[in-house]
């Protein structure tokens, strides 16, 4: 099993601690893939400051090919985090180098190599996913809690697996998911925090709920979430038992600090 990551990473900087975390959506799923057995590898850009060679050694650390990340003149994004009853709060974001992320034509082709491609919408690579399905990849998308966003509407014919955040099971998000699953997605999942998870697949809907867990930080805890559930359609599993899978993998996240 092969999986690439594509675009955004950032440190996440604990404001209270002032202690820092490598992350990003596509660099923690590709970590905790490889966690759970996947071979994986991260496209990304880095700046030439500190927090970009520890970004690469931790990556590296975990066992994710980092031979396509690359160093660029400039500060390696950067995320303040604030913890509110053990929950996560984003405050200011740099995004440094990433503004300016490109693919080269090497870099899509070294994509070519690998099963599925996963990437997120801060990772300025959206536009490359036509490519990725012309060169037959399976593709997977986070559109996080952006329902809004008009990449909601141009890039499911591209997405099979596209994941959304959302808080509760209801009309709402049960519309959002048919009417992605029609625009041409597989399958269209939505994270609903303590409310757990629910998918469809043009025929029905399914849910799961969470398990019995300490939450130390949620920071992460949607990324594991995707990871678990890419990783078991790649192993064949049932919509169900993906679902199940991905909670499993959220609940390990959720009980330490920073993404991983």
Known sequence: MRIVTVGDNCMDVYQASGKAYPGGNPVNV???LTELGAEAAYIGWVGTDIYGDIMIQAIQDKGVDTSRVSKKTGKTAVTQVEMVDNDRKFGDYDEGVMAHFSLTPEEINFAGNYQLVHSGIWGHADKYFPEFKQKGLITSFDFSDQLNDDLVQTLPPHVDYPFFSYTQDDDYIRGLLTEVKQRGAQIAVATLGENGSLAYDGERFYTYG?????????????????AGFIYGRLKGLSIEACLELGAATAAKTIGYFGAW
């Open 30 to 32: 590709a970590v905790y």
């Open 210 to 226: 969470v398990g019995e867990v300490d939450v130390v930080d949620t920071m992460g805890a949607g990324d594991s979430f995707i």
